[in-house]
Each structure stands twice: as C-alpha cells, then as structure tokens.
C-alpha cells in the first residue's frame, strides 16, 4: 500500500525550498506555508484512496481496444471524473480559464503523488497539462477561448502527437501532411506512441499534431504545430461531428499497463481537419512548450516510483526475516533490515529520492520565477538555471528511479522477481521515463549543445558560485552536517573543473564531448544532490537543536545526508574522470569492433 509522503514533500516546500523562494512574484502572494500543506494533505488522501487501490488491477487487467476504436480501463473513469471535479486538473492553470493560479512548485509537489500511487492514471493529465501550456503560450485568443477553459477544467483531455513509425526521436522525418481547406487544415498520416490518445474518460479530446504543409520544406523547419479535435468543436465551444482521427490498436508494453499507448491513423477518409497554431513552419519550436513542461514532470515519475518502490522494500525488509545479521548472531534469524547490505540498499534508495525530489522542486520555483518575478533580471537568471536543470531533473531522477526500482527487487530476494509480490510492477513501470519525451542521452546532449554551449557555462557557473555560498554559510557542528557540507564542496570544485574541460572540448572535439555527456549530466545531479542534502541536514541540526517535537524525522535527515555523502557523493569524483579524459575511448573507436 501506496503512503502519500506528505511530510517529504512539506519538508522540502516549506523548510528547504520556503515560501520566500516566491518573494518579488506578486503572482503567488497568496501562497503560504500553511496553503501548500493543505493542499498537500488533500492530494495525499485521494492519490491513497482513489488512485491507490487502482495501481494493481491496472497492472493485471491493462488498457483494451477494440476494432471500433474504443479505449477503456479498469475503474480509470470513475477515478479521473473525481479527480476533475476535485478540482486537481486546474491547480496550476491561468485563473483566466478557470485554474487556481497555484505556483509550480506546488504542482510539482503535488503531481509526485499522482505518479507515486498510480503512475498509468497521472500520464493523462500530464499531456493534458502540456497542451495547455502549449496553447496558452502560442494559441490566438479565439483558440484559448474555445478550448482552455474546458481542458483546464478536465472536461476535456490533451495529448501530443509526435512520433511516426519512421521517425523516432528524430522529428525532421515526420511526414504527416497539412493539406490547406479555407480556414483550415485536412491532416493525413499515421502516428505512434501516443499516450492516452484514445479513452472513455471524456466527451472530446485534443491532439496537438506536428504535420508538414503541402509544398513546406523538408527538415524541421517545414514542420507546423496543429489542433485536431477527436469531435469538431464550434467557435462557441460546442461539441459537433467526428472528425477523421481513429485510434487503431494500443501497444503491448513492459509497464504502466493501463495508459493506452496509441496508434492512430489521421485522415483515412477526407482528412482529419486540424487547425494551425502559430505561425506555419515554427511546429516544433511551439511543441518544446509542450517537451519542457513534460521533461519536469517525467522527471518527478522517476522517484515518485522510486518513493513507491522505496516504501515496499522498507516494509518488506522489516518484516521478512531471514538469516542472522553479525549484530544479532545469537538471537536467531531476524528481520532482513538487520543486515548490512539490506540496510545499504534501503539508504540508497532513500537518500537518492530525497536528493531528486528537492532537485526537481527547487527547479520548479526557479521556472515560477521565471514566469512573474517584478524584476527582469531575475527573471532572466531564474530562466536560464530552470533550463539548465530541465535535462538533469528528467534523465538524473529517471536513471535514478529505475535504478531504485531495481534495487527493490534485490531487496526483496527471489520474492522480487514474482509477480504476487507486486516489486516488479514498479520496475517495469518506471523503465520508460529513461526514454519518454526524450532518452537519456538526448537529455544529456541538450544539457551540453542548448544549455552548457549557449552561454559557455554562464548558467551553470552562476549555480555553482551560489551553491559554494551557501554551503560556505552553514555553520553547524554537527558531525553530520560537516561531512555532508565539506564533501558537497568538494563536489562542486570537481563539477566545475569537469564543466571547464568540457566546454573546451565542445570547442575542437566535439564527439568528445558528446561521448561522455551523460556522464557529465549523471555528474551534475550527483553534485547538486549533495548541495541540497548538505542544506537539509543544516536544518535538521537546527531543529533538533531547538528541541522539535518531530525528532525522528529531523534524525533521520541527518542519517540520510551521512549516507549521501560518504557513499553517492565520491562516485562524482569518478564521473568527474570520466569527463575529463573519457570521450576519446569512444569517439576514436571502429564502429565495427563495437
């Protein structure tokens, strides 16, 4: 059983991250501590007593098709209906269209327990998030009038419609065409991969499809962004015909079971009437609205599933006993927690979640100030750090999850590898947010060419100055939070000493460069990690210090930081390495000793 981890999230919203993150953003003035834990609590009751109980049997019983086109899944519906009418579809949206205007690093918080109880469930109002956000950003006013208000609502879902059977990740290959009708456009092709493209939730659902006009150019630049209702809707926002978009089978996956993963054909007939966001030939520009939005929240799946798997190997481990552990040689057999080992793995799945989590939040609160702070400047700052850490949060936390997935397997012992158990529904769930909306090495790349390259590691130089300062700044004795801090720093001096040398390959060798780019992205979390652990440790000891009346949460912040520092930490010392002198030994191979 799935337990909303809500006192993690409070932690890290209102002690390490707080309200004052949002300080100068008149947007978010209403926000407080006491806000966020509310919602906090809510959203905790319904991802364990609505999404929850449903993670199994979606598991087991999965998404079906059949010949007419029809999607359902087991009790999804009657779950998503509550969670529109509770009004969790709108948490992050423009109060203009009906959403509650609540900062992202809320929704970033309270979107982890989506994914934690019942990853499938979550994926189909992540879509519809991003469409949302896509549309608000490059729509006309006519086109945000006439769907936002009902998707912000949940009236109806969204989805992204990229990938075609030719063209994986490489999208200059779509061949989906536009062919031009008046007002509109007729959309003719085939696509695949489309999460929740298809099912009975709601009365209409809106793809946003990239297509290439009749007569554009090949290459992304031909590419253009497009609205194709699955129902025509009118300029009054009323629900007409079909249109001529079919779902016409679902894949057979791995995990997450019950998320359809459609393909869908557009245009069998007379062509799926879709209409032109933006400017034609800027599709693909517009759809990274979209990918941004998606590569934060996939990110967050990553140790969502990583909690998830983290609580059943914990609670696995203290009750399945099993051989005598040194400390309790002469007591008999005892609980496997008691073992050294069993211990190490719980601690490192623990440890890198919480590092994730407080990754991927403080990024979060970096895009809100993006988005209003009052001064330009900060904005401009808090921008490109939200950027710069878009890659790490999606390809470090998903690494990481899959990496604790399997880990809660091992825990588990032969147990692990049977299905009763339910240790492996969490493995095979979370393996395909290594490659949704981008794989790894994709994130790694963007991370070096858009991010790094930009600005010759401005951003990132800014980041470390600023964690170097504040690790500086911490003054508790505690033995705990001195190793974490003076191993943190030493993190933060390899990291830049590796960023400075792969800038400079990116300038004479870049093959280099990219060989060893997920390296260096694995680097950069590790360190940032380390930083956010030292920092949360600093406020334990603080705590504790003033007599808390929740000292065992506060202990084990400093037992969790110990852990991060002597035993995740050193292995950036390896990744720095790796860096610096290991692109070579890739790039200078044959291909064809490989």
């Known amino acids: 059983m799935y337990r909303a981890p809500v006192k993690e999230l409070s932690f890290v919203l209102n ?81 203009e269209y009906g959403g509650q205007g609540m900062p992202r690093m809320l929704g970033t918080a309270v979107v982890e327990l989506w994914a934690g109880s019942n990853l499938a ?127 016409i089978s679902i894949e057979h996956k791995l995990g997450i079971h019950a998320s359809p993963t459609c393909v869908m054909q557009f245009g069998a007939q007379d062509g799926a009437v879709g209409h ?136 588990h012992g032969g147990m692990g590898y049977i299905e009763e158990t339910g240790a492996a529904q969490a493995y095979r769930d979370v393996r395909i947010t290594a490659i949704y909306e981008g794989t790894t090495g994709i994130q790694a790349n963007d991370l070096l060419g858009r991010k790094l390259g930009r600005d010759r590691g401005a951003a990132m130089a800014a980041l470390l100055a600023d964690i170097a300062h504040e690790l500086e700044a911490i003054t508790a004795s505690d033995p705990a939070v001195q190793a974490a801090r003076h191993r943190a720093l030493e993190g933060v001096a390899e990291l830049a000493q590796a960023t400075k040398a792969l800038l400079g390959q990116l300038g004479s060798t870049q093959d280099h460069a990219l060989a060893v780019a997920v390296p260096y992205l694995k680097l950069t979390g590790t360190v940032l990690g380390g930083w956010l652990h030292a920092k949360s440790a600093a406020i334990a000891a603080d705590k504790l210090a003033a007599g808390s009346a929740d000292a065992d949460f506060y202990r084990g912040k400093l037992a969790t930081a110990r852990f991060y520092a002597e035993h995740i930490l050193p292995t950036a010392e390896a990744l720095a390495r790796v860096v610096q002198g290991g692109g070579a030994a890739v790039a200078e191979v044959d291909a064809a000793l490989i």
């Not at 140790?303 to 552990?325: D, I, K, M």
């Open 276 to 411: 032109l966001v933006g400017e034609a030939g800027r599709g693909l520009e517009y759809m990274f609205v979209m990918m941004n939005a998606a590569r934060l929240s996939v990110g967050l799946e990553g140790y969502a599933v990583a909690e998830r798997a983290f609580q059943q190997a914990a609670e696995w481990a203290r009750t399945r006993v099993q051989g005598r552990p040194p400390v309790s040689a002469d007591s008999g057999p005892a609980p496997i927690i008691h073992h050294p080992d069993v211990r190490r793995m719980l601690l490192t799945m623990k440890a890198n979640t919480e590092a994730m989590r407080a990754l991927a939040i403080y990024a979060a609160a970096q895009l809100d100030v993006a988005a209003a702070h009052a001064d330009e400047a900060k904005r401009a700052a808090a921008q490109a750090r939200g950027e710069l850490l878009i890659p790490v949060v999606k390809a470090w936390s998903t690494e990481g999850g899959i990496e604790s997935a399997s880990l809660g397997i091992q825990v």
């Open 15 to 95: 002690e390490l991250t707080g309200a004052a993150a949002l300080d100068g953003c008149r947007k978010y003035s209403d926000y407080s501590a006491e806000l966020a834990q509310s919602i906090l609590e809510e959203a905790g009751k319904f991802a364990e007593e609505v999404l929850d109980p449903l993670y199994r049997a979606g598991d087991t019983q999965g998404a079906k098709w059949t010949p007419e086109g029809v999607v359902t899944t087991p009790g999804f519906k009657a779950a998503y209906k509550a969670f529109a009418e509770g009004g969790w579809n709108q948490l992050s949206s423009d109060p």
């Open 121 to 247: 469930f979550k994926l189909c109002p992540m879509l519809t998030q991003g469409a949302i956000e896509a549309l608000d950003l490059r729509g006309s006013e006519a086109q945000k009038q006439q769907y936002l208000p009902k998707m912000v609502s949940g009236e109806w879902t969204g989805t992204m419609v990229l990938t075609e059977p030719q063209a994986g990740s490489d999208l200059s290959q779509i061949r989906t065409r536009a062919a031009p009708a008046g007002d509109h456009y007729r959309l003719f092709g085939q696509k695949i991969f489309i999460t929740w493209g298809e099912h009975d939730f709601t009365s209409n659902i809106i793809h946003m499809v990239l297509a290439r006009i009749d007569g554009a150019p090949s290459g992304t630049r031909g590419i253009s962004l497009f609205i194709v209702p699955k129902f025509l809707v009118g300029e009054d926002g009323a629900i007409g015909a079909r249109n001529d978009v079919r779902c």
